[in-house]
């Protein structure tokens, strides 16, 4: 399998391989200590300049969110259309089988089905089957002041427990504030806050939903929203791959 790149990007196959070399044993321990881990870095500075500069082309995108418009926050995101450009099919495919794991795992020990068969490609249909058929990867793109209220990324009835976003610019050189937000409600306790700078080219996979959290009676399910701080200066874009349509 080559890893060769083309004018400084990564191909497909290089892609895939820098998500399988990750240290997936650590990072999904980080998971279930934190509910969000980060992984090295996947994307040099080519791949992220080009995912970034998709935004202005209006083509690739089934819809538009105005984030105030809606309360959300503040700044923009965008629905990829169909298909997908070959970066962001290639990342979702590679991210999926070890994300797998983690989800198999997480709904054992909460006592939940496990519905999510071997390849996204078949999860994918049973998402179209249950009328879930549109696109759910995003960019987004903030400037200064905008920020992103806490949420969940929840379309349907069908949900993948863990989702991917992928720094896209650098804090501190694009951009300053902008933190990753994870909020986790535990059990008979107060919430929880957890904050982590989204480096330019690393992934931060993270619960969709919640996750379990060993309580006195066993394993609890500890509600989990994520957000994103007050951007202080300049411009953040990111990646979001999520693993079930819309």
């Not at 083309?6 to 999904?28: F, I, K, M």
């Not at 049973?126 to 879930?132: K, L, N, S, V, W």
């Not at 990867?137 to 069908?158: P, S, V």
């Not at 059990?187 to 931060?204: E, Y």
């Amino acid at each position: 399998m080559t890893t060769t790149t083309t004018r400084g990007r990564a191909r497909p196959t290089a892609l895939a391989e820098r998500v399988a070399a990750a240290d997936w044993t650590a990072l999904a321990a980080e998971l279930d200590a934190l509910g969000c881990a980060l992984t090295p870095r996947l994307l040099g500075p080519a791949d992220c300049r080009a995912l970034a500069a998709l935004y202005d082309d209006p083509a690739r995108f089934r819809s538009t969110v105005d984030m105030a418009r809606h309360r959300f926050g503040s700044g923009q995101y965008r629905y990829f259309a169909d298909p997908l450009p070959e970066p962001v099919r290639a990342l979702r495919e590679a991210f999926y089988p070890h994300l797998l794991r983690t989800a198999r795992d997480w709904a054992a020990r909460l006592g939940r089905p496990a519905p999510w068969p071997d390849t996204l490609g078949e999860w994918l249909t049973m998402c179209h089957d249950a009328g879930q058929t549109k696109s759910s990867q995003i960019l987004l793109r903030y400037g200064a002041g905008d920020w992103n209220a806490l949420h969940r990324d929840l379309f349907g009835e069908m949900v993948f427990p863990l989702q991917v976003v992928i720094g896209l610019d650098g804090q501190g050189t694009d951009y300053t504030g902008g933190e990753f937000l994870l909020v986790e409600q535990r059990p008979r306790a107060q919430s929880r806050g957890t904050t982590t700078v989204l480096r330019q080219g690393h992934a931060l996979v993270f619960t969709t939903r919640d996750r379990p959290v060993r309580s006195a009676r066993g394993w609890s399910a500890g509600a989990v929203r994520h957000g994103v701080s007050t951007v202080r200066s300049g411009h953040r874009h990111s990646l979001g791959l999520v693993f079930h349509d819309a």
